[in-house]
């Protein structure tokens, strides 16, 4: 299966400071979610990204698909942006919404 | 919609107990998906189902975990007997499988706890 490598591992920040996660796929995929788990183990779901560039308020998101990564922008980040943030993918003939998860960025956002 | 709705949101047993864990996936959709979350293996996959039917379940990791989907707007994951190591926060999915974007949302997990 593929494997989805997610940098940097963690992360501290001032708030209002900006921040880019990388999410890098070893094989090409057919759909692509961003999330962010927040303190209380919710994922909530931020991009459907399988190609492209798509935008929610301070959040965007980029995948370039023939190079095998998503980036996810955060700008102007707040105390509740803190929490992990999950890429997962998921690839074969079928786009069954399977998907297989990085290790995830722990995002921790200073007042 | 409601969303993705699991219960219980946490749950305690003791060794050797059986555990039923439940979720109903959100209307419309034909594709249920079970995961686990661990420290040290993160979110994996345990099974998914397309259409009620059991499609791969590679990611069970034993014969006392099974899961059935009797119907459209229901699954259960039991674990017989439990283990300490089974400890976890078990998620449920679901997608429109088929559909162009095929989006996974998920529910608020369950937290197991085996004692």
């Known amino acids: 299966g593929i494997q989805v490598e997610q940098s940097p591992p963690d992360l501290i920040l001032q708030e209002g400071a900006n921040s880019t996660l990388r999410c890098n796929f070893s094989?090409?995929?057919?759909?692509l979610q961003w999330f962010h788990q927040n303190p209380w183990g919710q994922l909530i779901n931020l991009f459907y990204?399988?190609?492209g560039t798509k935008q929610n308020g301070r959040l965007s998101a980029t995948t370039v698909a023939t190079e095998r990564y998503s980036l996810l922008y955060i700008s102007s980040s707040q105390t509740t942006d803190s929490g992990v943030y999950f890429c997962?993918?998921?690839?074969?003939?079928?786009?069954?919404?399977?998907?297989?998860f990085g290790q995830g960025t722990t995002l921790q956002v200073k007042p | 919609d409601a969303g993705v709705i699991q219960s219980p949101r946490h749950e305690v047993t003791e060794m050797g107990q059986e555990v039923t864990l439940r979720c109903k996936p959100i209307?419309?959709?034909?594709?249920l998906f079970w995961y686990r979350q661990t420290m040290m293996r993160g979110l994996e996959l345990l099974i998914y189902?397309?259409?009620?039917?059991?499609?791969?379940d590679s990611g069970m990791p034993e014969d006392r975990f099974s899961a059935k989907m009797p119907n459209a707007s229901f699954s259960t994951l039991k674990i017989q007997p439990s283990e300490p190591r089974d400890s976890a926060v078990y998620f449920c999915?679901?997608?429109?499988?088929?559909?162009?974007?095929?989006?996974?949302?998920f529910g608020q997990g369950t937290r197991l706890t085996v004692v």
């Open positions: 999915a679901s997608t429109p499988y088929g559909a162009r974007d095929t989006e996974a949302f």
């Open positions: 094989d090409s995929v057919n759909n």
């Open positions: 990204i399988p190609s």
């Open positions: 997962a993918g998921g690839h074969g003939s079928s786009n069954t919404g399977k998907l297989i």
């Open positions: 209307s419309g959709h034909n594709s």
């Open positions: 189902f397309n259409n009620n039917v059991p499609i791969d």
